[in-house]
């Protein structure tokens, strides 16, 4: 990359050849050793200890999307961090909730926003969220190495599909397997929990705010359950992240919106603990 130099004030050759829309594959030309998967670890014995997110949520309603992530952090048996955030906007109208290893999701997700925002500067449009769902499903893939010695990022990927009109989702492996959930979805360690919860809660006909709520319940009930899953932290004033993504784009919910929502569904569980009762039939 310094084929040309900065003392003459010209950008290096790279920056000037044509080439792909996609900053991956720029970056895979010019700087490998940039990317996570250009960079090996070290020979070592036993698994990598390293903090790692848990349980996020996603539900669709009519109007768009809902996608939820609880704020611990655990390393082993320890809790790393109480306060990390798992949900970001990926650009207007997508958004990426973490589960696997904190340092290693968080650099996915910046590099995931670059390329987005690459492509758009590039092509002077935005990519369609099938090719978004595509492209996080490569990155993921190029992480394979790093997942095989137990550093694996778990993405979720939702948003407004603004060619069908719609809220969608995508979840994805270790190996970049992509699929499309409807209706909702969960991954993390309280996954197992929080899904078994809103095919419990959730219905085609939910509000936004109704919907809201089922995504607090469910990680409330992955919390009841999993360990490594914090619930609302009254006290710390710490509660989930909660993100809708509809035509109007993605919008971050205040700490007094998800606050609110999050004690009414603790007032109410101090009269159920075990959360709403779905009918028999």
């Known amino acids: 990359m310094a084929a040309n130099s900065h003392e003459q004030g010209r950008l290096p050759a790279a920056f000037l050849t044509p080439g792909s829309a996609s ?13 996570p998967s ?9 698994p990598v200890e390293a903090p790692h997110g848990t349980t996020i949520v996603a539900a669709i309603f009519p109007g768009g999307v809902v996608v939820a992530g ?5 390393m082993g048996n320890l809790i790393a961090q109480r306060d990390i955030e798992k ?4 650009d207007d109208y997508s958004a990426v909730g973490i ?17 987005l925002e690459h492509f758009e500067k590039v092509e002077g449009a935005v990519l369609s969220l099938e090719g978004k769902a595509n492209r996080l499903s490569a990155m993921i893939r190029g992480n394979l190495g790093m997942a095989m010695q137990g550093l694996a990022v778990i993405p979720l990927l939702a948003g407004w599909d603004t060619d069908r009109e719609k809220g969608r989702i995508f979840s994805y492996d270790v190996t970049g397997g992509r699929s499309e959930e409807y209706g909702f979805a969960a991954v993390g360690s309280g996954s197992l929990f929080a899904r078994g919860a809103l095919k419990k809660l959730h219905r085609d006909d939910l509000t936004e705010q109704q919907t809201v709520t089922a995504v607090i319940q469910a990680l409330y009930d992955a919390a009841d359950e999993d360990s490594a899953t914090g619930g609302p932290d009254v006290s710390r004033r710490i509660y989930p992240i909660v993100a809708v993504i ?5 919008r971050k919910l205040t700490e007094a919106e998800v606050s609110e929502t999050a004690r009414a569904v603790l007032d109410r569980r101090l009269e159920l603990p075990n959360g709403p009762q779905a009918p028999v039939l």
């Open 87 to 90: 949900v970001f906007p990926a």
């Open 70 to 74: 609880d704020r611990r952090a655990t």
């Open 246 to 250: 509809t035509e109007d784009g993605f």
């Open 38 to 46: 250009g960079r090996g670890l070290p020979p070592v014995k036993g």
């Open 99 to 115: 589960a696997g290893t904190a340092g290693l999701a968080v650099e996915l997700v910046k590099l995931f926003q670059l390329e």
């Open 23 to 35: 900053f991956l594959d720029f970056l895979s030309d010019h700087a490998p050793e940039r990317l």
